[in-house]
């Protein structure tokens, strides 16, 4: 099978082959067929799947078939994206997919500045990237109109559902050309995702490559169970045996985050952090650098790591377990990709025993445990509370309460207890917010 095959102009497949682009991927094989058909797509896939390219190519196709201009201010396609750095991923490969067409392709985030964003829209483009909250933006100020949009994307839509991005999409959806083709695509299936497929897709064709809540098998999977006070030692530890590697280490909240990084940058490793408290300069400096390799350990929030495309990345460690199950597999399909080996390390305290039986839950299978021995749940002990969405989800934390260490988790270095939180990254206050 190939691109030919599949319908694309040969063009584009041209196009595709300058870049290495020759064998569609199973997401594309599955997709791109009912795209081109005008169908609404539902896709079940993550990064790094190729799914930019099945939502993108059949929409690039129809385009430069209908040789239409775009009328100014007005978008022909528009891609709806959680994260600004996703948005600029799903830009850049736009951008080159079209590369010598005359369609226009324009992204609008925070972040940047709007003054060039809105004469950017000015003239009309055909595929406009976006995150919702900046789109909202320009729809105030009438920089861009949505009435002529007939090809609508909602990337990494189960991100959008934790953002809250629902409101805002309530606003942008009904702007849109009443008759369009919308793709909607995620990289986990859980229960609102259906409310949202059946409001925005009309007899919709569903696509998957990973069942969801699956994790790519060629990821290994550990446990440490580790007093919180003792998390930061045996991180060091961990990524002290493969300094050379790409490593990516997920923690709940910003100050948690920065305050990690701060730590290792101390013991010498080459580390850099991104999280919402970074402006959106520093968030893309840190990201290239990383993907240069020219920083090994990257300290991330999930909002700000969410979805992002880099290849090369062998270690995730979960320095905090993610409040949400599904986080869990997406932190974790950020290693192992396009085939590669990876790693991902969970260090688990106390308090967060309740976390990983809802992630095994999820996974359907038992993480095997690398050191320490599992915490006992503790009578009425409750979800922590979620450090994410400015304190939406509150409530029901209790840290490390009480809780006796069972064993020597961390090669013997941990200190019972689990009670004190001067791990590095463990500042984690209720209603403090995350990403
Ligand atoms: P995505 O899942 O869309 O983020 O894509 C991940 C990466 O795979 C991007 O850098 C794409 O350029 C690349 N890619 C997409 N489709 C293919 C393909 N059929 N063959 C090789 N690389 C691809």
Redesign the pocket.
């Known amino acids: 099978m190939d ?1 030919d095959m599949l319908g694309l102009a040969p063009r584009l497949v041209t196009v ?1 082959k300058e ?7 199973p ?2 094989t599955q997709a791109i067929p009912h795209a081109m058909n005008g169908r609404d797509v539902m896709g079940l ?10 939502f993108g190519l059949p929409m690039i196709h129809a385009l430069m078939k209908a040789g239409v201009k775009p009328n100014p201010k007005t978008a022909r396609g528009l891609i709806l994206a959680p994260t600004r750095e996703l948005a600029k ?2 830009a850049d ?1 736009l951008t ?1 997919y079209t590369k010598g067409s005359h369609l226009k392709v324009a992204l609008v985030v925070g972040g940047a500045g709007i003054v060039a964003q809105t004469k950017r829209l000015a003239g009309g483009v055909d595929l406009l990237v976006a995150t919702p909250g900046r789109l909202i933006d320009l729809l105030d100020r009438r920089a861009v109109r949505l009435d002529e949009t007939i090809y609508l994307v909602l990337d990494e839509a189960d991100q959008m559902l934790d953002m809250g991005f629902i409101h805002a999409l309530r606003r942008i959806a009904p702007l849109l050309a009443k008759d369009r083709q919308t793709m909607m695509f995620s990289a986990t299936m859980p229960k609102l995702m259906g409310e949202l497929a059946n409001t925005y897709l009309t007899d919709a064709v569903r696509v998957q490559v990973n069942p969801p809540g699956q994790a790519v098998k060629k990821i290994n999977q550990s446990v440490h169970f580790v007093a919180q006070a003792a998390k930061t030692d045996l991180l060091v530890e961990l990524l002290d045996k493969h300094r050379d590697e790409l490593a990516i280490v997920f923690g709940r909240t910003k100050h948690g985050c920065e305050k990690l990084y701060k730590v290792l940058e101390k013991k010498g490793f080459a580390a850099a952090s991104i999280h919402g408290n970074k402006s959106q300069g520093q968030r893309q400096r840190a990201l290239d650098a990383f993907k240069a390799g020219k920083t090994r350990v990257l300290v991330a929030t999930d909002v700000a790591a969410r ?1 992002l ?1 880099i ?1 090369d990345v062998r270690f995730v460690y979960n320095y905090d377990l993610p409040n949400v199950a599904e986080n869990y597999v997406h932190r974790i399909g950020r290693t192992a ?2 085939g590669a080996d990876g790693s991902a390390v969970a260090l688990v305290a106390p308090d967060e025993m309740i976390e990983l039986k809802d992630i095994e839950k999820a996974m359907k299978e038992t993480i095997p445990v690398a050191s320490g021995r599992e915490w006992d749940i503790l009578p009425g002990q409750k979800k922590r509370p979620n450090g994410g969405g400015g304190g939406r989800r509150g409530g029901g934390g209790n840290r490390g309460g009480g809780q006796r260490a069972s064993g020597k988790p961390g090669g013997g270095q941990a200190k019972p207890g689990g009670r004190r939180r001067n791990g590095g990254g463990g500042n984690r206050s209720r209603g403090q917010s995350a990403a």
């Open positions: 691109f595709l870049q290495g682009i020759t064998d569609p991927t997401i594309q896939a993550q990064t790094g799947s190729g799914k930019t390219a099945a991923q799903i490969n080159a979805g495309d290849p990709r396009a």
